[in-house]
């Protein structure tokens, strides 16, 4: 194998991974629901994005021909992953789900929840 | 000739009354009788070789590859019972003709009664036993229909069930002793088991085979202790009565004694059993029927007491006595019917069948009541007629043994009080109907019957009379052949004459008349003594019996089958541990020669994803939406070491069907409560953790062993001919749509009723729709958020397109039909998810069933499709074409059956699915609010 | 190179489900645990991948899209569970 595929491949499998790693560490770490909703469908996704194209470039190098199966994978996860999280935020404000303290602009997350409360 | 019609045509003719029955009665009657005298006429055709000594066999093959044939014989004992069934079946078909009421169902009663003609017949042609037991059991059932003709009436309807109890229970017996006699000689077909008496005699099996095909007889043949079901039976329509017990179902116990003879008779232990209960049969029945005031109900224990008789006869182990008891078949078949059918006609005639209230009936009915004068004569045994002749044989032959050593003369004695006490009934049967002054308040004033009623009681007395009086000629052929075919030796010498000079028997038969007429002249004292005992019912007895066989069943599946889904499981999983573990305490070495792989970072993390929230779902089982999001994680890791450990088709599989039950889980999740109390004790779930834990150890051992052990499995087989044979290089999906394709087409035809039979089982279901959640939050009025919906949608040909990929590879690579039908359903429910019924119901018209019904369909016209050919059933067919622009590329039958399954998939889970998510639409309160 | 880059990347993700795992257990609501579960989903695609690299087939693309693909109606079954408590509507 060439050396600058394998150092590109190399380089986009580590990035994508460590992109993975901070978004499921942010899962973990992160002190409210509305923050940890952000890293897995953000960080995570871009880590996604990573590993497939590390994927797309191997086996496109290894078969001789595109491969566009990553193509597919990405194309689902970027379409589903905004829908995912715009459903848990909203399964988060029918839970009336407690923002932490250190969230900014408090009146913005009260205002959109009294909006989304059931009379 | 063929033997195969002589049954088949009164088969056919069951039919036929249910045709001709809006013609008229005459019609009715007249088209019934067609069939079986036809019948009769193909098996007269054939007396001449039958008295010749010769036997007509037939046999047909019918699955041959199982070696079940149909097979027939014809000798002189079939013939002899074949004429009784035959010839006194049309009588009966005539006398019913006028018997039968307007208000009964005559094509019903004939059909009926048909049935159960055909039935006898073909037990006495059967020349198999697993065959002839099927038709003993086709007259247990047709019995049972025409005791309880009339069924409004408790008393036939209890009558009928006993019959059926009883002669059931002696069926099962029975077969249970056929089989084992097959067992012994190692085959069913009667010549060989006929043939195989010694063998049979000298096996060890011989007195247990011996005693259940005996009690298939005595229960069919009303003997004691099995004797109480026939005078309940007498419920049934006299011509029922006069049929069933007098010549045929009654006689087909007899019928196997003598079909048995020469396998199972000549030992002291048949002796014993045989001649002792027919001893006991026939003193009990003789003397229980001089005090039943019930006319019927006399005729019905003196029928037992002659069925003793002849049982009696055929235990005494002499050639001469089973001469003497098929004499006595055809006599006792004679006069008995004519008595029925005559007592039929007073019932008919009068309103009534009480002795007490019947008297002097010669003055309005003297011709029925000549007729029944000299059938009742001959069943006392007076000379000149039938019975005696038979009578006088019997009492030679119970003077000519000597089994019971120094006692042997009392049987002998038995015999003769037991004659005398059946000339004291038939005294009493002619005394107290056509004589004794007068009749006391009959419902009806008596006169004779319509002309042709009397005609079959006049053919029966006439071969009465004229049997009695020249027997030789009459029955001499017969009586030979048949006797021939039950001793399957030669016949000893044997005198059909009514004169043998001044002997024993002469002299026995005078003490029996005597006696009679004495019993019968005290028979006041006799009845006082009687009336001291409190005769037990057996209707109670037995349905006191039933009950309490009921009540005892109950217990024990009250105790197996308490509806306890823990207990059920507890106890299947206790049962496999002692099964699986006793074996594992003899392997010693675990650990197999296969290598084993090493241990790397993502096997440790997933068995360790794998055992946590395997764990945690069973820890936080209570709360149910918590522990189904653990079991989504264990289906995940199960899928991923699928895929991991090379089979790609399992994990795609798996995972598909993942999401299914996740949906399904959350579909029904909505009717349950979110938690449930803790309700099991400390003590059961130490239990229970125990008992898993053990299973767990167990299983695992054995996983273990076996995947370190290597195995020589079939799979190299299937690797080796997948391509070749199939057409595919994914051989899982090979195996399933073609080498195990039968299998496959089983398994959806198994998916495809389940999902039919959940939709009907929850399409009238109402359940309580619960308005808030567990928190006590009300539901978002958000019923289809937006961007779901739109996404969800644009997704959809996404979707549907990866499993047609799925699909279409499916064949040579991970995939096929399965998958792709899993697939297209998730992304379909998904839909109704995302927008919910009222958006799909006019997209998709397609109704499901009919989807599951055409894949089913499909499935089955490619395996089908393969006998056009003249290939057996599923062969697959493949090859490869060439088209420009195209390419290479192969076609298979196997796709279009694996199009079958995929349509089924996709019918039966949105089926499902799709149901059990409709059940709320119409019910939801906030949706009325709202749309 | 590029065998200790799948290694570093394997281990990583790992790791990841592992956190996930733990997310999973804490909670403390339910949407966090939905969360917790679709990123597992996610992770897992990344192992799948990372496992056709090693081995070098394109054997496990499928799993890998059909996880992709289920994944999200899982998760937003779920939701819409909680939501309505009503799937299918």
């Known amino acids: 194998m060439e050396f600058w595929i394998e150092l590109v491949v190399s380089v986009f499998l580590v990035a994508g991974a460590v992109f993975v790693f901070i978004g499921s560490l942010g899962l973990a770490k992160l002190p409210d629901f509305y923050t940890r909703l952000h890293a897995p469908t953000k960080a995570t996704t871009l880590g996604m994005g990573g590993l497939l194209a590390a994927s797309a470039i191997l086996m496109t190098y290894q078969q001789g021909h595109l491969s566009l199966h990553e193509l597919l994978i990405t194309l689902f996860l970027l379409i589903t992953a905004p829908v995912t999280a715009h459903m848990l935020a909203k399964t988060a404000m029918h839970h009336k789900l407690q923002i932490t303290e250190k969230t900014v602009d408090k009146e913005l997350s009260k205002r959109a929840r009294e909006r989304n409360t059931p009379t | 000739m063929n033997l195969l019609w002589v049954v088949l045509l009164p088969l056919i003719g069951t039919l036929v009354p249910l045709l001709t029955e809006r013609f008229g009665r005459n019609v009715c009657a007249f088209s019934v009788a067609l069939l079986p005298a036809w019948s009769l006429i193909l098996v007269l055709m054939h007396v001449g070789e039958i008295f010749d000594g010769e036997a007509i066999r037939q046999t047909i093959e019918w699955i041959p590859s199982m070696g079940l044939d149909l097979s027939f014989r014809l000798d002189g004992l079939s013939l002899l019972f074949l004429l009784l069934i035959l010839g006194i079946g049309l009588l009966i078909i005539l006398y019913a003709r006028y018997y039968l009421s307007d208000k009964d169902s005559m094509g019903q009663f004939y059909a009926y009664l048909i049935l159960f003609m055909s039935a006898m017949v073909g037990i006495v042609i059967s020349n198999n036993m697993i065959q002839l037991w099927m038709f003993w059991e086709l007259t247990s059932i047709s019995s049972f229909l025409l005791i309880s003709f009339w069924s409004h009436k408790p008393d036939a309807r209890k009558g009928a069930r006993m019959a059926l109890t009883v002669t059931g229970t002696g069926g099962l017996a029975l077969l249970a002793g056929l089989l084992l006699l097959g067992n012994i000689v190692g085959s069913y077909d009667l010549d060989t088991v006929l043939a195989s008496g010694d063998l049979i005699r000298a096996h060890a099996a011989y007195p247990i085979a011996l005693v259940l095909v005996l009690l298939g007889a005595f229960t069919k043949s009303a003997q004691f202790p099995f004797h109480f079901w026939l005078p309940h039976a007498m419920a049934a329509p006299t011509p029922v009565s006069a049929y069933l017990h007098s010549a045929t179902m009654v006689k087909a116990g007899i019928f196997l004694l003598c079909r048995f003879y020469p396998a199972l008779a000549g030992t002291d232990l048949w002796f014993m059993i045989v001649s002792l209960t027919g001893l006991i049969t026939l003193l009990l029945g003789a003397y229980i029927a001089l005090f039943k005031h019930d006319l019927k109900g006399l005729l019905a224990y003196s029928t037992i007491s002659h069925l003793g008789l002849i049982t009696l006869l055929l235990g005494l182990n002499s050639d001469l006595a089973a001469v003497a008891a098929v004499f006595h078949i055809i006599n006792h078949a004679t006069f008995k019917a004519s008595l029925f059918m005559a007592a039929g006609i007073i019932d008919h005639e009068t309103g009534s069948r009480d002795m007490r209230k019947l008297n002097g009936l010669m003055k309005y009915m003297p011709h029925t009541a000549t007729l029944a004068i000299v059938a009742a004569l001959s069943m006392a045994g007076v000379p000149l007629l039938n019975g005696f002749l038979s009578k006088e044989m019997f009492f030679a032959e119970t003077l000519d043994q000597s089994m019971l050593g120094s006692l042997s003369w009392m049987i002998p004695l038995l015999a003769t009080v037991g004659a005398a006490f059946s000339v004291a009934y038939s005294l009493r049967f002619i005394h107290d109907v056509f004589f004794n002054g007068e009749p006391i308040d009959l419902p009806k004033t008596p006169h004779e019957p319509p002309r042709y009623m009397k005609v079959p009681v006049e053919i029966l007395v006439a071969l009465c009379l004229a049997v009695g009086i020249f027997p030789a000629y009459l029955v001499g052929d017969l009586l030979h052949a048949a006797a021939f075919s039950v001793l399957a030796n030669d016949v000893p010498m044997h005198s059909l004459s009514i004169w043998h000079g001044f002997n024993i028997p002469l002299f026995m038969s005078f003490l029996a008349m005597v006696g009679g007429i004495t019993i019968y002249y005290n028979r006041r004292h006799l009845f006082e003594f009687q009336a001291q005992f409190n005769e037990p019912d057996a209707k109670y007895i037995f349905e006191g019996a039933v009950q309490s066989l009921i009540k005892f069943t109950q217990r024990i599946m009250a105790t197996l089958e308490n509806g306890s889904l823990q207990r059920y499981v507890f106890l299947m999983l206790l049962f496999t541990l002692v099964m699986s573990a006793y074996p594992l305490f003899e392997l010693t070495q675990n650990a197999g020669s296969r290598p084993q792989l090493p241990i790397d970072g993502v096997a440790i993390t997933a068995a360790l994803l794998l055992i946590i929230s395997a764990i945690a779902t069973v820890i936080w089982h209570r709360r149910r939406f918590l522990s189904l999001i653990y079991l989504s994680v264990v289906g995940l890791i199960v899928s991923l070491a699928f895929a991991k450990f090379s089979a790609p088709d399992l994990a795609l599989t798996q995972l598909s069907v993942e999401i299914v039950t996740i949906i399904l889980l959350l579909l029904a999740l909505y009717f349950l409560p979110q938690s449930t109390q803790k309700e099991s004790s400390n003590r059961r779930l130490s239990i229970d953790l125990t008992v898993s834990a053990l299973i767990g150890c167990v299983i695992g051992t054995i996983c273990f062993a076996m995947l370190t052990t290597p195995l020589n499995s079939i799979s190299d087989f299937f690797i080796a001919n997948s391509k070749t044979g199939g057409g595919g290089t994914n051989v899982v999906n090979v195996i399933l749509v073609d080498f195990r394709g039968f299998d496959t087409l089983g398994e959806i035809t198994v998916l495809g009723i389940a999902a039919l039979g959940i939709f009907k089982l929850i399409a009238k279901m109402r359940i309580y729709v619960p308005t808030r959640d567990d928190k006590g939050r009300p539901w978002t009025k958000d019923r289809h958020p937006l961007m779901l919906a739109m996404v969800s949608q644009s997704l959809l040909p996404l979707a549907l397109l990866v499993s047609v990929y799925i699909f279409l590879r499916g064949h040579n690579l991970p995939g096929g039909g399965f998958i792709a039908g899993l697939i297209t359903s998730v992304a379909i429910i998904q839909q109704y998810v995302a927008n919910g019924v009222l958006w799909i119901k006019p997209r998709i018209k397609v109704d499901y069933q009919w989807l599951i019904a055409s894949g089913i369909l499909m499935a089955t016209a490619t395996g089908l499709g393969s006998w056009i050919f003249d290939k057996p059933f599923l062969s697959t067919w493949f090859d490869h074409f060439h088209l420009p622009w195209v390419g290479e590329f192969e076609l298979a039958s196997a796709m279009i059956f694996d199009l079958g399954v995929y349509l089924t998939v996709v019918g039966a889970v949105l089926l499902i699915l799709a149901n059990l998510g409709k059940l709320t639409t119409s019910e939801r309160v906030d949706n009325k609010e709202n749309v | ?89």
């Open chain 3, 1 to 89: 190179m590029l065998n200790t880059a799948i290694t570093i990347a394997t281990t990583l993700v790992c790791i990841s489900l592992i956190l996930n795992l733990w997310r999973l257990f804490k909670g403390p609501s339910r949407p966090d645990r939905i969360l917790a579960l679709d990123t597992m989903y996610i992770n897992s695609i990344a192992l799948i991948i990372l496992f056709g690299i090693a081995s070098g087939t394109a054997l496990y693309f499928e799993a890998a899209l059909l996880i992709a693909m289920l994944g999200f109606v899982s998760t937003a079954a779920m939701c819409k569970y909680i939501l309505r408590g009503d799937l299918i509507e």
